[in-house]
Structures are given as structure tokens and as C-alpha cells.
């Protein structure tokens, strides 16, 4: 099936520093990826949408400067969390749709937990 | 935009009995209705989905119902289990082919007693 690869899965970085989340998609082309953040015991809420080869689209309250994403290729999205703070810290996880028609569904990457110190 | 609401927040059932959750969608346009199990720190896992074109879904122990009229849709555990226990998310998208949003709700945390 789908599978998504994200990287890193934890990484701790010192506030004001910048984190870059890497998701790929292994055995599909993955025009759109989705990036959600989780607090913990909260629901998964949906930062962004990227498209490959355009601008992202974020959802309101989602601060587009400071959270990168770049889609350069069909296999490749990247979030880039800049300046971070404290409150920045979450469980960060992309997604992709995969397939079309009854086969379609979404694949999610193993998650990045982010700790800014 | 969309908006799914879920419901309980939390659930405790004796083992062997069942356990329902429901949740509410606010796009009329929503076709496709994933539920998810996530264990903590791990991706969600999807246990079963249905689409708009469907009423009722069954897998072994678990079933889901969608009633597109009143834009609900329910998740259904039977004879459950301790391994049973977790948060499950029910989410609803819009999209076609690979294009929808997937929106989720806040969630319910299962507690199966043995």
C-alpha cells in the first residue's frame, strides 16, 4: 500500500532556531500533502495544504511565514518551522491522498514530535 | 469550511459490551468519512471508512452509519475488548480524488474495563 516516510521523528531544537520536517511519499505520487499539528490529548488540526509546484494554502490562523512549506516535487514536501518558541512544540504530521475512486484514502507519515527548548 | 463534531469525549464500557460514538459534519459536500484509531504518539490508523454513496459499513466487530440527510455518521464496537481502548477520531473530507481536506473531530478516548 501507500506509504508516507516522515523525518525526523523527534528532534529538540533552542527557541529562536529553525526545524525542517521532511515527508515522502515512497510508492505514489503525492500531488497534495496535508500538515496537521496535535497538541497533546487534542484533536489533529490542519495547518496547511500543499500543492506540488505552487504555494501552499494555509488554514486561518496559521501563520505562513513561520511555518514554511515547500512541495518541490511529487514525492516531496517539507515543513519548515521557523524562529520557533516553546509553544511551538507539538506532534507535527503530514498526509497524503492516495489512489482515486473507491481506492482513494488518506496515508499519514509516523509523525514528528517537536520540543523546543 | 467544514466542521466535525464528535461525541463522547470520552466513553468507559465493561468489556463485551458495545461502544457508539457519533459525530456531526457541517459540509453538505462531505463524501468520504474515515475513522481512526491513535494509539499515543503514533500516526492514526484507519480501522474503516465509508462514503456517501453508502448507508452502513461493517468489519468484524466494527461498524459504521451515515445518515447524509442529518449529516451524522456513527462508529459502532461491539463485544469490545481491552485492546480495544485508545482515542478514535472520526474526520470528514470533501474532496475528490486528491484534492479534499480531511477534517477531524475532537475525539473520544475509549476505555475498555476488563
Known amino acids: 500500500g501507500a506509504v508516507v516516510s516522515q523525518h525526523p521523528s523527534r528532534v529538540i531544537c533552542k527557541s529562536g532556531t529553525s526545524v525542517k520536517i521532511e515527508c515522502r511519499s515512497l510508492d505514489f505520487q503525492a500531488t497534495t500533502m496535508f500538515w496537521y499539528r496535535q497538541f497533546p490529548k487534542q484533536s489533529l488540526m490542519l495547518m496547511a495544504t500543499s500543492n506540488e509546484g505552487s504555494k501552499a494554502t494555509y488554514e486561518q490562523g496559521v501563520e505562513k511565514d513561520k511555518f514554511l512549506i515547500n512541495h518541490a516535487s511529487l514525492t516531496l514536501s517539507t515543513l519548515t518551522v521557523t524562529s520557533a518558541h516553546p509553544e511551538d512544540s507539538s506532534f507535527y504530521i503530514c498526509s497524503a491522498a492516495a489512489g482515486v475512486g473507491v481506492d482513494y484514502g488518506y496515508t499519514f507519515g509516523s509523525g514528528t514530535r517537536l520540543t523546543v527548548v | 469550511g467544514e466542521n466535525v463534531e464528535q461525541h463522547p469525549s470520552t466513553l468507559s464500557v465493561q468489556e463485551g459490551d458495545s461502544a457508539v460514538i457519533k459525530c456531526t459534519y457541517s459540509d453538505s459536500a462531505s463524501n468520504y468519512f474515515p475513522w481512526y484509531k491513535q494509539e499515543l504518539g503514533k500516526r492514526p490508523q484507519l480501522i474503516i471508512d465509508i462514503r456517501s454513496n453508502v448507508g452502513e459499513k461493517k468489519d468484524q466487530r466494527i461498524a459504521v452509519t451515515l445518515n447524509k440527510t442529518a449529516k451524522h455518521f456513527s462508529l459502532h464496537i461491539t463485544e469490545t475488548q481491552p485492546e480495544d481502548s485508545a482515542v478514535y477520531f472520526c474526520?470528514?473530507?470533501?474532496?475528490?480524488?486528491?484534492?479534499?481536506?480531511?477534517?477531524f473531530g475532537q475525539g473520544t478516548t475509549l476505555q475498555v474495563k476488563p
Open positions: 474526520a470528514a473530507s470533501s474532496g475528490s480524488g486528491n484534492t479534499g481536506k480531511l477534517i
